[in-house]
Nanobody, 116 residues
């Protein structure tokens, strides 16, 4: 069982920045991968960024060059630095963890609202 707690969401103007944090109850260095997803009203949940156990990162095209996923193994925390935010980034952002046996765990989500 892995518990995930997100924080850092909020209201920001377009062009601004936010940093999301995801604190895990397990050693993230033992997990297969960590990821951030988002879900906007009326839309499907989409993968925003991921980072593997080996440190390989991946981003959806719409956030490349603006968002950065990183992790701190010492504190078992994963971050999503979001710069140059756009109104279309508005969504609930979820942290996800995948174990070595491909079990997925989810946080409760944190709201990000970008005003124009």
């Amino acid at each position: 069982q892995v518990q995930l707690v997100e924080s850092g969401g909020g209201l920001v103007q377009a062009g601004g920045s936010l940093r999301l944090s995801c604190a895990a109850s397990a050693r993230i260095s033992s997990l297969n991968a960590m990821a951030w997803y988002r879900q906007a009203p009326g839309k499907q949940r989409e993968l925003v960024a991921s980072i593997t156990r080996g440190g390989i990162t991946n981003y959806v095209d719409s956030v490349k060059g603006r968002f950065t996923i990183s992790r701190d193994n010492a504190s078992n925390t994963v971050y999503l630095q979001m710069n140059s935010l756009k109104p279309e980034d508005t969504a609930v952002y979820y942290c996800s963890a995948r174990t070595m046996v491909f079990l997925d765990y989810w946080g409760q989500g944190t709201q990000v609202t970008v005003s124009s």
